[in-house]
């Protein structure tokens, strides 16, 4: 069986001859994200399937491509859906891209999502720029035999996020007027969504959203050494004691509005890098 390293070579050396500047900037791209994606100066857009050892997208709402192109006339690398430990990945099959983004010289990874929001101050497509986060998810991408050509074996957590992204994202924030709160992310496996003792249990350990990714991607690419930029929309409300039945279609149309603000504040970020 190939190493990782050398699965990672193998994805490399197929994108190489298909991209025509290496990227400076990475992003993944959650649900309603797509007007960001529109900004994007397209070079060529690749399916997933089409790349050596990528999963393949398995949700309706993701479209299953990497992007490269430029945005604000820098070179960037685009997830168009990302994959989930709750299709039945792996933790190392869930982040292979990441390790991919850094091979191909990426040394910033902005992740977006789509989540719940358990802070009771929290509003329907907020954004929320996060500050620190709690792996639930019973796993880790890190876990087996490490390889030191892809990073220590024991990487610091003690900032996952720069912080320096934060202050940035939140200065472009107040200049464009978007409303945006500072919060931790916990992740969870999926795919149901939580209970309200859960809700309640992730709230007391200090939690102000709750999703299903970007944990694994935040640890691979601290492993990496890259700086860390995550912004979550709250498309839902999750109070225990006011909760109702999720309706997709209603977190769909959340999560677009949230994205359009999305579409605002990353390529201002992006332009003052």
């Not at 709750?86 to 891209?97: D, I, L, R």
Request: overall charge negative; hydrophobic content about 40%; charged content about 20%.
């Amino acid at each position: 069986m190939q190493g990782l390293v050398e699965k990672i070579n193998d994805a490399v050396e197929f994108l190489n001859p298909q991209i025509n500047q290496y990227p400076q900037i990475g992003l993944i791209l959650g649900t309603g994200l797509g007007d960001l994606s529109q900004q994007i100066n397209q070079d060529i857009s690749i399916n997933y399937e089409t790349i050596p050892h990528f999963p393949h997208s398995t949700v309706e709402s993701h479209a299953g491509q990497l992007v490269f192109g430029t945005l604000n006339g820098t070179p960037i690398v685009a997830m168009e859906g990302r994959f989930h430990y709750y299709e039945g990945y792996s933790m190392k099959e869930v982040t292979f891209p990441v390790r991919v983004m850094k091979a191909l010289g990426v040394e910033t990874l902005i992740i977006t999502n789509a989540a719940g929001g358990m802070n009771p101050n929290y509003q329907l497509a907020d954004i929320m720029i996060i500050e620190d986060q709690i792996n639930l998810m019973g796993d880790n991408p890190l876990r087996g035999i490490n390889d030191d050509r892809l990073g220590v074996r024991f990487p610091d957590m003690s900032e996952p996020y720069d912080q320096r992204l934060i202050g940035l994202a939140e200065e472009m924030a107040l200049e464009l007027k978007i409303r945006t709160q500072i919060g931790s992310f916990v992740a969870v496996t999926g795919p149901n969504l939580e209970t309200r003792a859960e809700y309640r249990m992730l709230r007391q350990m200090g939690a102000d959203c709750v999703g299903m990714s970007t944990v694994p991607e935040c640890i691979v690419a601290n492993h990496a050494s890259m700086k860390v930029l995550g912004l979550s929309v709250v498309t839902d409300i999750c109070l225990p004691d006011a909760l109702e039945p999720v309706e997709i279609s209603k977190i769909l149309k959340v999560a677009a509005e949230g994205g359009q603000k999305l579409a605002r504040l990353i390529p201002q970020i992006i332009a003052n890098l």
